[in-house]
Nanobody, 115 residues
Framework: QVQLVESGGGLVQAGGSLKLSCLAS????????MGWYRQPPGKQRELVAV???????NYADSVQGRFTISGDNAKNAVYLQMNSLKPEDTAIYYC?????????WGQGTQVTVSS
């Protein structure tokens, strides 16, 4: 069984920074990518950033230049450094693990940005 545990969410003022961490455990084989998604209040879940096992990254236009995703293959971990945060970044942030055998999600961590 695969488990994802996120940490690092919280309340921050606009312009501030937060770093999210996600650690995967269990039977993890053939990782394709790890990433972060978010679900703002009243909206659908959306992609924030993804990193492949080879290190290629992709970002949503809304976070490009402000957020940085990184990974540690040895630890099965993924991180999201979020700078210059805006109130519209307020959401529940979910970690995602894409394996050959399926896709897995963390429980989510709340990020709230006050104006």
């Amino acid at each position: 069984q695969v488990q994802l545990v996120e940490s690092g969410g919280g309340l921050v003022q606009a312009g501030g920074s937060l770093k999210l961490s996600c650690l995967a455990s269990g039977f993890i084989y053939r990782v394709n990518a790890m990433g972060w998604y978010r679900q703002p209040p009243g909206k659908q879940r959306e992609l924030v950033a993804v990193i492949t096992r080879a290190g290629s990254t992709n970002y949503a236009d809304s976070v490009q230049g402000r957020f940085t995703i990184s990974g540690d293959n040895a630890k099965n971990a993924v991180y999201l450094q979020m700078n210059s945060l805006k109130p519209e970044d307020t959401a529940i942030y979910y970690c995602n693990l894409d394996l050959d055998m399926g896709e897995y999600w963390g429980q989510g961590t709340q990020v709230t940005v006050s104006s």
